[in-house]
T-cell receptor, first 116, second 113 residues
């Protein structure tokens, strides 16, 4: 079974430029998560999707960040415009069923963003 | 955002030694998870705990879900060089926050051969 796929793996941009990250979850996983991981910290949830619906986006800075999961499968996270403080690793994760006690989140390798 | 209190921040040990790390929270969690993250990769689940007091093993790893539901520990016995990495605890609450994981800051483990 293929894991969570993310692209690009690395991205270097100048501040004020837009950037987008793509995630393809594990086949059959209804729930998709975007996390932000700053250096030396654990991941922090940005947004969670149940199929195509964003059910928790309370931690997403909506002035510059947006996300979509139009067909309930793959997802895109966008930052426009990027700021220096956005430099971090952006992780995508997916799980089969958030209602199951043993529901497990599987993480992708992440996209490392550097804003100059 | 909120993060769990994980300690120690880093450990330098000799191959063959046992390792212990723990995680505490001011909030109650229904699930405790332990992940390992290698450089350039996402976290990989090691052990999941679903009941207070539960003690679960996975090979040389053993983890426990604290009775108060506010803490958990992870032990690694007879460490080997491939145990090197960053270990994260994560808690999951119930209710409307069911799917949301709150992570600790991580414990960086270095194993000297």
């Amino acid at each position: 079974e293929a894991g969570v796929v993310q692209s690009p793996r690395y991205k270097i941009i100048e501040k004020k430029q837009p950037v987008a990250f793509w995630c393809n979850p594990i086949s059959g996983h209804n729930t998709l998560y975007w996390y932000l991981q700053n250096l030396g910290q654990g991941p922090e949830l940005l947004i969670r999707y149940e199929n195509e619906e964003a059910v928790d986006d309370s931690q997403l800075p909506k002035d510059r960040f947006s996300a979509e999961r139009l067909k309930g499968v793959d997802s895109t996270l966008k930052i426009q415009p990027a700021e220096l403080g956005d430099s971090a690793v952006y992780l995508c994760a997916s799980s089969r069923d958030r209602g199951a006690p043993a529901d497990t989140q599987y993480f992708g390798p992440g996209t490392r963003l550097t804003v100059l | 955002g909120q993060q769990l209190n994980q300690s120690p921040q880093s450990m330098f040990i000799q191959e063959g030694e046992d390792v212990s790390m723990n995680c505490t929270s001011s909030s109650i969690f229904n699930t405790w998870l332990w992940y390992k993250q290698d450089p350039g990769e996402g976290p990989v689940l090691l052990i999941a705990l679903y009941k207070a007091g539960e003690l679960t093993s996975n090979g040389r790893l053993t983890a426990q879900f604290g009775i108060t539901r506010k803490d958990s520990f992870l032990n690694i016995s007879a460490s080997i060089p491939s145990d090197v990495g960053i270990y994260f605890c994560a808690g999951r609450a119930g209710g409307t926050s069911y799917g949301k994981l709150t992570f600790g800051q991580g414990t960086i483990l270095t194993v000297h051969p």
